[in-house]
């Protein structure tokens, strides 16, 4: 549906136990260059900050959903989204900073490309969703083995998965269905 479609196009993915976030704060006063740190990674208890894969700074995001920072100390981010956390941030810093500007970013969110592609693994989501043949174009595309009627999307947890069927061969039936993928679906095509 338009509304179904609505929700997906305007999906942010909010921030869970687990996933791994960069933060970085912007300080400018006027007639000043601007200045930008990491206090994870610029504070003098560096404990906390660690390197993900591809080398990019970031902490994890406990369980308890609770970050360390300096100054501010402990501040819950799980269950916002990228903007939300920024926005509270900003305003626990104001104590301390004048003028802060705060950027929070996930660093580790993914979907999954299995079955017959040429390159099948994990690949990136770089702003918050990735189009379904963004996702098959980052695999190699599909081989010329793989069937294109029926594209499975697996989203939501093992416990209740959502299965959606795509039939790539069939342009109104591409038009009815939304193409958007999220962090953390699977996308499975079999010969």
């Known amino acids: 549906s338009d509304a ?4 997906e196009v305007d999906f942010e993915w909010k921030i869970s136990k687990g996933d791994r976030v960069e933060i970085v704060v912007t ?7 601007m200045v930008q740190f990491n206090p994870l990674v610029n504070a003098p208890n560096k404990m906390q900050a660690s390197s993900t894969k591809d080398g990019s700074e ?3 995001v406990p369980k308890n959903g609770v970050i360390s920072m300096p100054l501010i100390g402990s501040i819950k981010i799980d269950a916002l989204t990228e903007t939300e956390a920024a926005e509270k941030l900003t305003k626990a810093y104001r104590q301390y900073i004048k003028n802060p500007f705060v950027t929070v970013k996930i660093l580790n969110q993914k ?3 299995l079955g017959e592609v040429r390159k099948p693994g994990v690949v990136p989501v770089l702003n918050g969703t990735v189009g379904l043949f963004e996702a098959l174009a980052y695999s190699g595309d599909l ?3 793989a069937e ?3 594209i499975k999307i697996i989203r939501g947890g093992l416990r209740s998965p959502e299965l959606r069927e795509i039939d790539l061969s069939n342009m109104s039936a591409i038009k009815l269905t939304s193409l958007i993928l999220q962090p953390n679906d699977i996308v499975d095509r079999k010969s």
Request: glycine content about 8%.
């Open 4 to 7: 179904k479609y609505s929700e």
């Open 27 to 33: 300080i400018q006063t006027f007639g000043e260059p």
């Open 58 to 60: 970031g902490v994890l």
């Open 111 to 113: 979907i999954f490309v």
């Open 143 to 145: 081989t010329d083995a």
């Open 148 to 150: 294109r009627t029926n």
